[in-house]
């Protein structure tokens, strides 16, 4: 599906000193075989990550525990769906998030969400993408987990400000169906997100 290996830069770029949620938070939520998965991306890691940063800094709405923008940095081949192969899709968070239950606001790369490609829709425009796993770090360094449990979901992705669709936009890169790299998209969450499970101090 022309889809390339990973190159071995990506793990350097992930760490990148900007961000704010630690390479361990975000391995916690990955699958295994991720170096075979991802194309590869248009803009460097750490400029998307950056950018993530950026304009979370300048989001004056209140924090939602139930829709949040993030941006796509990186992403899987959606051509797939009837192989059984994992479609691993990471979004960095841009728009500020506060679960119910938490006192913690996360912002800009506070948090990194791992979405599940399901397919793509019959007239080949729109993507199925699940969000089923989230890593975030607060300010003290303390690392947060949430893991969709069995073949259950918390969320989907959608465009920004689209709240009638369950689907995304595609682009064609390389003869795959994907997200667009570094482009903000919108994650919906099945329930408003109560509380994290507290999974130590990464730093």
Not at 9 to 34: C, E, K, Q, Y
Not at 55 to 82: F, M, Q
Not at 85 to 99: C, G, I, N, R
Request: proline residues 5%.
């Amino acid at each position: 599906m022309g889809l390339l290996a990973i190159p071995l830069i990506i793990w350097g770029a992930l760490n990148f000193a900007g961000n704010a949620t630690s390479v361990l938070g975000w391995l916690s939520i990955m699958p295994r075989d991720l170096a075979g998965l991802i194309n590869p991306p248009q803009v460097s890691l750490p400029d998307a990550i950056k950018s993530a940063v950026v304009e979370g800094g300048n989001y004056t709405t209140a924090p939602t525990s139930e829709t949040l923008v993030a941006k796509v940095i990186t992403r899987a081949s959606l051509d797939d769906a009837n192989s059984g192969a994992d479609m691993p899709f990471l979004f960095s968070l841009v728009s500020p998030f506060k679960p119910t239950g938490m006192n913690t606001i996360f912002r800009g790369d506070g948090c990194r969400f791992l979405g599940k490609g399901r397919g793509i829709s019959q007239d080949k425009n729109g993507g199925y993408i699940d969000i089923v796993g989230a890593s975030c770090v607060d300010d003290r360094g303390i690392a947060y987990e949430l893991h969709a449990q069995g073949t259950r979901r918390l969320g989907f992705v959608a465009n920004v400000g689209d709240f009638t669709s369950g689907t995304v936009k595609l682009i064609q890169d390389k003869g795959d169906h994907t997200l667009q790299h570094a482009e903000n998209v919108m994650l919906r969450f099945d329930q408003p997100v109560a509380l994290l499970l507290e999974a130590g101090r990464v730093r």
